[in-house]
């Protein structure tokens, strides 16, 4: 039987478009956030790593606070867009505070500045606001095929900001001045254009209907048990996550993505310090996010001849693990067009993942209920948030930390060999570990096939 249709491609496309002001807060915090504190303001890197990791501890819970709160919400807007709208204005005024850290105060009151908004920042804003983008897949539409092409265009939108934003940045904030003032004005003009296109992306698509989202549930489940009405608090609701081991290897995938990406952002150090040319920095921006829109197009056309994600994600990953390990190759021969091909080898592979991994959480939220027979699709989709603001987070606070430890000195030309040598392994030895772990949790996750033995078993006991 073909799957009922939902959406127009403009309501595809209109969601899509969300990730543009996502990125715009997540790309330019990740890529440039260490750069600007330890080279702009002076700030100790080794602090300002321990500041971050520090400020995981505030929002350890909200992702499942707010994923619960969501599936609690009733409004006319629905359930997750009124968050969505509403906590990006929040992402916008502590985007530019973060990147308006005053030259002027003493070390500590600037350590506190920045802390207070970035915890701000992850804790609150950008949590609430992801959490209710990521779940409107699963909202909008019950047809499988058009959560893989909301997944498709959400990230080519993410990986064309992401390039955009890396590509521009360091020459834009040089022509103005390359000063704190420089990286203030250019945070501001994100934030705007990220607080534009948010809301242009929250009226784009419409919420389905509590009755047509449980009729459409209660028609998969074929011993005919209704969705459950029960409330639960987030205690309960933890519990039903952590019950969930598709779940928990989402969540060690995403976490372990963004410490790959925070990782890939030291970039801007290794092409200042190893390759002696920042500018490059932009261009292997190029190498990773071309190739990896390049093959968002084609995953759903994949998907479809392939008859699921599972096969496509562990093969792609495999390519994308080969791809980085000749990236470390090319790195020690000294030769950038060697590294630039291989990095996109390397993006190509782990792209079909980025495009169907909001459709694989779907199916994970679908595996919660046909075994516990609770709809939990906000409180699923807090595997996003807790994979960025903990992933990239940690990430951060690692670079941080391995740069001091190295003996990173911003105001100094010419770094130290030992600096020279932890960047090397920041940015070519960290990556190829991480997507080798990756490809082997990747292997274990056939959650498509654990849905339908379990509803073949459920047709057997009628």
Known sequence: MQEKKYLKWYNKVG??????????????LSSFVMIYLTKTIGLNPGVVGTLIAVSKFFDGVTDVFFGAMIDKTKTRLGKARPWMLYAYIGCAVTLAAIFAVPVD???????????????????????????AYSALTALVTKNSKERVQMGSYRFIFAFGTSLLIQSVTVGAVSALGNDAAAWRTIAVIYAIIGLAVNTISVFSVKELSEEELNKAESEGDASGDSVSEEKYGLITAAKI???NKYYLMICGVYILQQIYGAMIGTGIYYATYVLRNENLFG???????IPLI?????????????????????????????????????????????????????ALGQGPWQGDMNAVIASCSEYTFLTKHKRVDGTMYSCTSLGV?????????????????SGYDGDAAVQP???????????LWIPL????????????????EANERLKKEKNTVI
């Open 417 to 427: 060999e030992s600096c020279i040598r932890m960047m090397q392994v920041m940015y």
């Open 241 to 243: 996550l952590i019950s």
């Open 105 to 131: 105060m003493g070390r500590t009151a600037q350590y506190a500045w920045f802390f207070i908004a970035y915890t701000l920042l992850n804790a609150v804003f950008y949590t609430a606001n992801n959490i």
């Open 294 to 346: 390049i093959a968002l197009v084609f995953t759903p056309t994949l998907v479809a001849r392939w008859n699921g994600m599972y096969k496509l994600n562990l093969r792609g990953y495999i390519i994308g693990t080969v791809g980085r390990a000749l990236v470390v190759v090319a790195g020690y021969l000294g030769s950038v067009p060697l590294m630039l091909f291989f990095t996109g080898i390397a």
């Open 389 to 405: 603001k903990l992933g990239g987070g940690l990430g951060t606070a690692i670079s941080g930390w391995l740069l001091a430890f």
């Open 15 to 28: 969601y899509g478009s969300g990730d543009i002001a996502g990125n715009v807060v997540y790309a330019f």
């Open 433 to 448: 570990v991480i997507s080798l772990v990756i490809t082997i949790i990747l292997s274990r996750m056939n959650v498509e």
């Open 283 to 289: 261009v292997f921006s190029w190498a990773v996010n």
